[in-house]
């Protein structure tokens, strides 16, 4: 399997690598540790510029390649390779295209920026990377995989999730719950005051309760497939709106990873993800692991 660890140096950052270190990979695996270096100029303190110096002098990059040998050394072991890049460029661009020449089955990044501004709210970069790489994205929090949500919603994309799921030997050691959201069986206001006669009521009471059959039968084959792939592995049934629903179960279960899946978009919509995919990613204390539909099509390959 091929893991491309986007690296900055920032404490999420440290994160991440802790999580791959811990990760139980398959042998044989690769990591790739990539550190991209985003040239921010201040002409007011830039520092005279030595016309005979090459580019990478002036921009550090020998100093930045062993700081990041150093960072990345200890994760090195048999059956998994490590092999630090280092590149100059728009960071969000270049871990998508990184990925893509590498043919990396799996991205992991920190889940915030570096900075006041990073602090604060979910990395752009963690953000658009998620929304744009052509494999599964794992936007770490915790250094740890004990407890995993699999988020499902019981559409055919979310089957080719599970299969995708089962395949993964990263996740042999964890604890998957299926997680569904079925619609509240209450009618909500806005049906209330549209069923004056009671028709409408009965039947969104009726395709609520068909909808919450239909993700019971889905969540038990879900977990029929993971356990067939000797994980271990149970499923819920909650009522609620899905994000909020999902982030809430997240906290008090005191899970470690949230899988999601997303349907694929294009164009500027294609930052935004799916909105429940993108609202889990931004308020959930866990780490994230967003799957784009058209990214299941075939499991990693344990070998590359």
């Known amino acids: ?9 920032s404490a999420c950052a440290e994160t991440a690598r802790d999580l791959v270190s811990h990760l139980p990979w398959p042998d044989p695996s690769r990591v790739d540790a990539l550190r991209v ?36 050394s200890g994760l090195a072991r048999p059956g998994l390779i490590v092999e630090p890049h280092v590149v ?7 871990i998508v295209e990184t990925a893509q020449e590498l043919g990396s089955d799996l991205v992991v990044m920190g889940s915030r920026g570096r900075g006041p501004i990073g602090s604060m709210v979910l990395g752009s970069v963690s953000a658009e990377v998620a929304g744009h790489a052509p ?23 979310a089957d080719r999730i599970v299969e995708a799921v089962s395949d993964w030997p990263f996740l042999a050691e964890t604890h998957l719950e299926v997680v569904s959201v079925a619609p509240s069986a209450v009618p909500g206001p806005g049906v209330m005051l549209s069923g004056a006669y009671g028709m409408p009521i009965a039947w969104y009471e009726e395709a609520a309760e068909s909808a919450r059959t239909t993700l019971e039968e889905a969540a038990t084959a879900a977990v029929q497939r993971l356990r067939a792939g000797d994980l271990d592995a149970g499923w819920s049934i909650y009522e609620g ?8 179960v997240a906290e008090r279960t005191n899970a470690d990873l949230v899988i999601l899946g997303t349907h694929g978009l294009s164009g500027m919509s294609r930052l935004l993800m799916g909105s429940v995919a993108r609202n889990v990613l931004l308020h959930t204390h866990a780490s994230v692991l967003i799957v784009r539909d058209e990214q299941v099509g075939s499991p990693p390959n344990p070998s590359s």
Do not use: N, Q
Request: proline fraction near 7%; aromatic fraction near 4%; glycine fraction near 4%.
């Open 37 to 72: 270096i985003e040239p921010v100029f201040d002409l007011f303190v830039m520092p005279p510029l030595d016309l005979e110096d090459s580019v990478d002098e002036f921009l550090g990059v020998a100093e930045v390649r062993a700081s990041l040998d150093a960072e990345v």
């Open 241 to 248: 709106d899905p994000a909020a629903t999902l982030i809430e």
């Open 1 to 9: 399997m091929r893991i491309l660890l986007a690296f900055d140096g």
């Open 88 to 94: 100059v460029g728009r960071a969000a661009s270049l």
């Open 135 to 157: 494999c599964p994205v794992l936007v770490a929090r915790a250094s740890t995989c004990a407890r995993t949500i699999l988020a499902l919603d019981g559409t055919p994309a």
